[in-house]
């Protein structure tokens, strides 16, 4: 997640999300988000007057729009096209960083808040249901009955998150790799029908 915007706050918002993703959350303090956006600790409390919760909750935002963004451009050419794009995605991350970073938004929902503070676990569960109903969405838009779209989108956003954790303590894309075929069989089940064919 890089940024050349020079726009300050956005540098913090996408450096938190980065090392959210890499970290956790409460691994990460407020003076090491600062550091690794390259900011100095005082701007970071002038843009996030609520500190580090107000700021993880802006990651998680964001990161969500990220993925959101992604995926909607290509679900507009179908669902089967659009999870493609989603898996391939985070195989991105995931190599990329080598294994080091994955979904910023799992980071957050998995934690209890050392602070008792739940507003960015809100945002995390947010983001999840926007991610599901784009897919309920497309599936839909594909012939899918809506409890089976939105099933099947539940399914996808929960097997690819929990599937990015197994490909990071295994350090490989392979189970990625094999949970796709499985989701793909299942949009194809409750769309059109037939053989999932590689496009």
Not at 86 to 105: I, K, N, Q, Y
Not at 125 to 139: D, P, Q, R, T
């Amino acid at each position: 997640m890089r940024d050349a915007s020079g726009d300050p706050r956005r540098r913090l918002v996408i450096g938190a999300a980065d090392m959210i993703r890499r970290r956790g959350l409460n691994a990460t303090s407020v003076r090491e988000l600062a550091k690794h956006a390259h900011a100095p600790l005082g701007s970071t409390y002038h843009y996030f007057p609520g500190g580090k919760q107000q700021l993880a909750t802006e990651a998680v935002r964001f990161s969500g729009d990220v993925v959101a963004r992604t995926v909607a451009a290509k679900l507009a050419d179908g669902p089967l096209i659009g999870l493609r794009a989603f898996l391939a995605m985070w195989r991105e991350v995931l190599r990329s960083t080598d294994f080091r970073a994955g979904c910023p938004v799992l980071a957050v929902s998995i934690e209890e808040p050392d602070d008792g503070d739940t507003e960015a676990l809100a945002a995390a569960a947010e983001v999840f249901g926007s991610w599901e109903s784009l897919l309920a969405s497309s599936l839909r838009d594909a012939g899918a009955g809506d409890d089976d779209a939105d099933r099947v989108a539940t399914l996808i956003v929960a097997a690819v998150e929990g599937t990015i954790a197994i490909c990071r303590a295994k350090r490989s894309i392979e189970p990625l790799d094999r949970v796709e075929r499985q989701l793909e069989l299942a949009v194809t089940a409750v769309t059109s029908g037939g053989s999932p064919e590689r496009t």
